[in-house]
Structures are given as structure tokens and as C-alpha cells.
């Protein structure tokens, strides 16, 4: 059975078996927003009980809180997230349609790793136990030009992101429906939500809903810090709603608009977050493994474009 239609299976048993719901699905729904049925928010609860015992009790010198959604704009502001929490947006002029420009990239390199595995499996069960899949990803004709094609495509890509070239960016990529590339401009799109704050329309302030749960973590870190005793290296977790823009709302419950973050920030000494970085990578894939699943299904995902605050 395809990939599709086992999602489409999947969707459909949580709304038959009470675990989601589509928001405001009487009148007509709304995109990308869902609500969770009587079995859903147990199990909802179950993880993020786990979760948060995982953080807060098993490991030394770590907190909680559980800070507001509505945070001054300034904080917004300072973190950068007013000028630079944006995704690129582009709309195809043949087939009608509106894209992530980032989004399409990195499906069309997928698309040719899902290639390369294709020949891989198919060539494990040709030799069995005397498959060298070393040795077959490294001779392979078939397996090289598609690994060719992917390795400059994601050298162009991760370039062109990097410096933020929307020009290199809109010469990249090929509309999935029309095989086009008649683009409009790249635009950069805020995934933050405004709204007002004030007893009267003419004295109204505009504020932003969270679109992540750490900058509440960081305004708190001192009042944290200070009434806690915390000596560095120490860890604050959250868990809490936040609100996206989202441009292509897709994917079910795993692109939403209105969500739940479970967060930790761990704070160290300057110079020593790689190597806490290595050290966390391990921990949570370890917990994560733990909740049975099997291995094969996790992997690391190396950003191209790192969030505009983070080395």
C-alpha cells in the first residue's frame, strides 16, 4: 500500500476512533487546526507526562514553568523574530499554486534519496547476506547519478539559503504539478499571528500569539536562575501552546497552525555548547528509541539554514 494511502487510513481512523478531530468541522472547518477527542487528549497527556518526568526528574538541576502566550512585542522584536522569522513563499503561475520555495527543495532531494534506496533494497534482496551496501552505494551506476544529482541540487540550495539568494532560489525549483518554472518573485511571509491588546480600539497595542515556547524560557531565565539557585550547567522545560502562520498548511496534525511545544533550553558555558550539543543528541534519540518504535525509525536531520539565532 502507498505511503498516501496509509496516511489517508490513519487520518480517518483518529476521526472514527475519537483521537482528532478537524476544528469548526459543523461549520465548513479551518485549515491546519484540529481538535483533540476523548482518546486523543488522554494520549496526548500520556506523552507529555512522560516527557516532562523524563526532563525534570530524572535528570539533575532541571525546572519548569509554564510561561504566558502574550509577551511583550519588544521581546519579539529583540529576538529577531519581527524581521527574520519568515518562509520563503512563491506561487506557480501555471498551475495556480502557492509553495514554500524551501519546502519544494528539499522534497525534490528526498525524492532522489528515496531513489537510492530503492536500488539498495532492491539489490539486498538480490544478494541477501552477501550484500556490501558500502560497496554497492559506492560502484552502482544508477545509485551515483542519482546521488550526483541530489549532492548539487543540496549545494545549491544550501548556498543559495544561506545567503538568502530568492533569485537563486526561484531558478532552483520546478512546480510538482505544472513541471513549470513560471514563479512569481520569492516573498519572505511572517509565520507570526497579531492580534490586539487594550480596552479601546483607539488605544490598542499590537502584540504577537507565541510562535514558540523558548523565548518565554529566555525572558525567565534570570528570575529562574535567581530564585531557584541554579548553578550552570542547568536545564528549564516547557510545555505550552504556540501559534504558526503556517503558508502551506498540510500533513494533518504534523503542520498546525494552533500546537503544543515540548521544549528545553540548557544553558552552559560559552564554548562548551557543542559538545553538550553531541551529548544531548544522544540522550534524546536514546529516549526516544526507548519508546519502542524501533531504531530505523529515527534519523538526524542536518538543517540547511539554521533558526536565526543559533551557531
Keep these: 500500500m502507498a505511503q498516501e494511502d496509509v496516511f489517508k487510513k490513519i487520518v480517518s481512523h483518529c476521526k472514527e476512533y475519537g483521537f482528532v478531530f478537524p476544528s469548526s468541522d459543523i461549520y465548513d472547518g479551518l485549515g491546519a487546526v484540529y481538535d483533540y477527542g476523548q482518546n486523543g487528549v488522554e494520549l496526548k497527556n500520556n ?37 527574520a522569522f519568515n518562509d520563503p513563499l512563491i506561487d506557480n503561475r501555471d498551475s495556480k499554486k502557492r509553495y ?14 528515496e531513489k537510492i534506496d530503492k536500488e539498495v533494497a532492491k539489490a539486498r534482496k538480490r544478494f541477501g547476506e552477501a550484500f556490501d551496501e558500502a560497496q554497492f552505494r559506492a560502484t552502482n551506476g544508477r545509485v551515483l547519478e542519482h546521488q550526483a544529482k541530489r549532492d548539487a541540487l543540496h549545494e545549491r ?29 520569492v516573498r519572505q511571509f511572517n509565520l507570526m499571528f497579531k492580534t490586539e491588546v487594550g480596552s479601546t480600539a483607539e488605544g490598542a497595542s499590537t502584540i504577537y500569539l507565541r510562535p514558540e515556547t523558548a523565548q518565554g524560557i529566555f525572558v525567565n531565565y534570570l528570575n529562574v536562575q535567581k530564585t531557584g ?81 543559533a551557531n
Design 47 to 83: 506523552i507529555q507526562q512522560f516527557w516532562r518526568q523524563s526532563m525534570a526528574l530524572l535528570h539533575e538541576n532541571f525546572v519548569c514553568i509554564d510561561s504566558a502566550i502574550f509577551m511583550h512585542p519588544t521581546i519579539w522584536k529583540a529576538s529577531g523574530h519581527v524581521d
Design 100 to 113: 514554500r520555495a524551501d519546502v519544494l527543495i528539499e522534497d525534490q532531494i528526498a525524492k532522489y534519496e
Design 157 to 185: 540550495y544550501a548556498e543559495a539559503m544561506n545567503k538568502m539568494d530568492l533569485a537563486e532560489l526561484k531558478q532552483i525549483i520546478v512546480c510538482p504539478i505544472s513541471g513549470t518554472r513560471n514563479w512569481t518573485d
Design 229 to 309: 539557585r541554579m548553578k550552570i550547567p542547568f536545564g528549564i522545560a516547557q510545555i505550552g501552546k504556540a501559534f504558526r502562520n503556517e503558508i502551506v498548511a498540510r500533513q494533518f496534525i504534523f503542520r498546525m497552525r494552533e500546537f503544543e511545544q515540548m521544549e528545553m533550553q540548557f544553558f552552559v558555558k560559552p564554548g562548551t555548547e557543542l559538545d553538550w550539543f553531541k551529548q544531548w543528541k544522544q540522550t534524546r534519540l536514546a529516549w526516544h528509541e526507548a519508546l519502542g518504535f524501533g531504531s530505523e525509525c529515527y534519523r538526524y536531520h542536518d538543517h540547511e539554514k539554521l533558526a536565526h539565532y
